[in-house]
């Protein structure tokens, strides 16, 4: 039905379906780069990756775009879908590899032979798994033990985990830690920035056949932003439903009524007004609006620090909440008790955010700076990425800046970047350091980093995800 303005609009297909299509992959807000970053983990990483992204933000694409621009050499093995058993997964990756199971052993013997024989052909094989935060826990098991498989050198197969935040959680569990310890890189696709959306929406519509001004209003986009929030497949549902409805007027563009009609036809609420922008906030509360996390302070936390309950990715999604306690979209942004008061300013100049690095001095400052240092990265211009290098837990501050002052001095005189997050009761301290243009650089970074700092596995993020408002609803 949608489909009836293509004539209306001189377009060739529709440009906003939600079925994955390869040729109309954006590059744009970072996903060009993490694709390029994705190529170069599964050609040169030996282990687990994970990709995480919320409902509709685009991780299928992703995906799909990896399987048709592997690198040379990479055989792939795709599973669409994660809810096999063990022994199904199994039987699975051997119909894909083209493996008889019945004249071996096992399945794994079966499996392990045809690797090697690809390995010895000089062919490697790397495992795609969309969904995965669905895959039961006997089949995630399963994929561990398949990770253990390997010459004197290295692994047989690397395996690529795309799923929603729940995969970390899921990760987290201490049932499930030997999975955890074998992921060596973790990646995040983050909401559309608002600012990229019309050249979003031009991009599609461009590459649908269409030619002339973007046919919504600024009104339009606006309002598709606030209700899509950055989602990916919201926009597509809200742009074609909103094109519909201004082919329907007989209108060359769609305006503000089009995109509310649409809304209310996806049944979609759209807000009354603007969040507040994370920039409006001072530093402490910028911070924590980028995290999502109720509290920033230096304060003393009591009561033990709980590891296992972190994720294990190091990942700034909460851990599952206590029973009875309050979901944090319950506490509005711009609710008062939400905006952690500002810390005092530091009586020094505030430099670029990608300047070279200074040196920062040890003791009560550390954290303070850090924290600053990380404000200062995220409201600079534009995206680029840094490198989660540790995820700190302490009953005390104390304790706390004692483990920040002994990573700060194994960098090497890397300043360190840092944000607190959880509760008092058991608060983490979030540690970053770098600023590259593009995931790939910042991948390749983590060689250079010290080796005391390499055993942490650090993780690329991004400016875009890490300071996102929408992405902590």
Same mark, same amino acid.
């Given at each position: ?237 809200? #742009? !074609?439903? &909103?094109?519909? *409805?201004?082919?329907?007027?007989? $209108? =060359? @563009?769609? %305006?503000?009524?089009?995109? +509310?009609? /649409? ?43 709980? #590891? !296992?309950? &972190?994720?294990? *990715?190091?990942?700034?999604?909460? $851990? =599952? @909440?206590? %029973?009875?306690?309050?979901? +944090?979209? /319950? ?43 990380? #404000? ?21 501050? /104390? ?43 910042? #991948? ?30």
């Amino acid at each position: 039905m949608s489909t009836l303005y293509l004539e209306h609009f001189g377009l060739g297909e529709a440009p906003f379906s939600i079925t994955p299509n390869p040729r109309f992959f954006y590059a744009g807000s970072g996903r060009g780069s993490l694709l390029q970053a994705l190529r170069y983990a599964v050609q040169s990483e030996e282990g687990i990756v994970t990709v995480i992204g919320e409902v509709g933000s685009g991780k299928t694409m992703l995906c799909r775009m990896l399987l048709d621009d592997l690198p040379e050499g990479i055989d792939a093995i795709y599973l669409a879908n994660p809810s096999f058993s063990r022994n199904e997964i199994l039987d699975a990756i051997a119909h894909d590899l083209g493996v008889d199971t019945s004249q071996a052993p096992t399945r794994v013997d079966a499996l392990n032979a045809e690797l090697i024989r690809r390995f010895g052909a000089g062919r490697r094989v790397v495992l795609l798994i969309d969904e995965a935060h669905a895959m039961p826990r006997d089949s995630l098991e399963e994929v561990r033990l398949l990770s253990n498989l390997e010459t004197s050198t290295q692994k047989l197969l690397n395996i690529v985990l795309f799923g929603q935040p729940e995969l970390n959680e899921l990760l987290a569990q201490r049932d499930l830690r030997q999975l955890r310890e074998r992921v060596v890189q973790r990646f995040e696709l983050g909401p559309l920035p608002r600012g990229e959306l019309r050249d979003y929406l031009a991009y599609r519509m461009q590459t649908a056949g269409y030619r002339g001004a973007l046919p919504f209003s600024d009104a339009a986009v606006a309002l598709i932003a606030r209700a899509a929030g950055g989602i990916t497949r919201r926009i597509h549902i809200l #742009a !074609d439903k &909103a094109l519909l *409805s201004a082919f329907a007027r007989n $209108a =060359p @563009r769609a %305006e503000s009524e089009d995109v +509310r009609r /649409a809304c209310r036809d996806a049944g979609l609420a759209l807000p009354s007004a603007w969040r507040p922008g994370w920039r409006a906030a001072g530093i402490a509360a910028a911070v924590a609006l980028a995290f999502g996390i109720g509290h920033f302070s230096a304060g003393t936390g009591g009561g033990p620090a709980a #590891a !296992d309950a &972190a994720p294990a *990715s190091g990942s700034l999604v909460p $851990a =599952p @909440r206590p %029973e009875g306690r309050p979901d +944090r979209a /319950a506490a509005s942004p711009e609710s008062p008790a939400a905006m952690p008061p500002e810390p005092a300013a530091v009586a020094s100049s505030p430099t670029p955010a990608d300047a070279p690095p200074t040196a920062a001095p040890m003791g009560g400052d550390t954290l303070q700076l850090a924290a600053q240092r990380l #404000a200062h990265w995220l409201s600079a211009e534009g995206n680029a990425y840094t490198l989660q290098v540790a995820t700190l837990a302490g009953r005390e501050r /104390a304790g706390l800046l004692r483990q920040l002052d002994t990573l700060a001095a194994e960098l090497d005189g890397r300043p360190p970047m840092a944000a607190l997050r959880g509760s008092d009761a058991a608060p983490t301290l979030v540690v970053f350091v770098g600023s590259h243009e593009d995931a790939a650089s910042a #991948a390749a970074a983590v060689d250079q980093l010290p080796a005391a700092i390499r055993t942490n596995q650090p993780i690329v993020r991004s400016r875009a995800t890490l300071r996102s408002g929408d992405s902590i609803r």
